[in-house]
């Protein structure tokens, strides 16, 4: 079950300003051991520790991989990619990397059962905290595109 908190949108300016919202909490982080003993507790063959080892070597291929600039697809997970987040040049020949690429990102397109439309058909959702009127807004960021459609961070 996933569970949402409602927040009102508090940006000036934006076309989204005073509308509500839904963003999905998390219930705990889960670490690489704990996925690999929840794994192992799956009716596998495998340990907990020879799992754990093969998806730390994983996830360290993953990088590498990306950071040679390929793309990395894992059936029914994501697509990993690096991106990058850049300041505009006013002209090409003015374009440096050291002055115009601010940072490196890792982008993942979620492919198969996690795609959205898988995602959404699948799901169930729970407000985790009633809302109140009488003691305002539950959360006051505000996720939201520029058109007003909400981002869930």
């Not at 919202?21 to 799956?42: G, P």
């Not at 080892?53 to 894992?74: F, H, P, Q, S, W």
């Not at 505009?88 to 890792?106: R, T």
């Not at 003691?135 to 961070?153: C, F, I, L, M």
Request: charged share 20%; glycine share 6%.
């Amino acid at each position: 079950m996933l569970h949402y908190k409602i927040y009102q949108n508090k940006s000036k300016g934006n076309k989204a300003y005073g509308k509500w919202f839904a963003r999905a909490t998390v219930n705990q982080t889960i670490d690489l051991e704990q996925l690999a003993e929840h794994m192992a507790n799956h009716n596998t063959p495998y340990s907990k520790g020879a799992i754990y080892g093969v998806l730390t070597d994983m996830v360290n291929c993953i990088r590498e991989l990306v950071l040679e600039g390929n793309a990395v697809k894992i059936p029914n997970l994501a697509i990993f990619s690096a991106g990058l987040t850049t300041k505009a040049a006013e002209a090409a020949d003015e374009f440096s990397p050291s002055k115009n690429i601010k940072s490196v990102h890792l982008r993942a397109r979620s492919t198969g059962d996690l795609t959205r439309a898988v995602l959404t058909a699948a799901a169930k959702v729970q407000q985790l905290v009633p809302y109140d009127p009488s003691k305002g807004a539950v959360e006051t960021e505000t996720p939201t595109d520029p058109d007003g459609t909400s981002v869930n961070p």
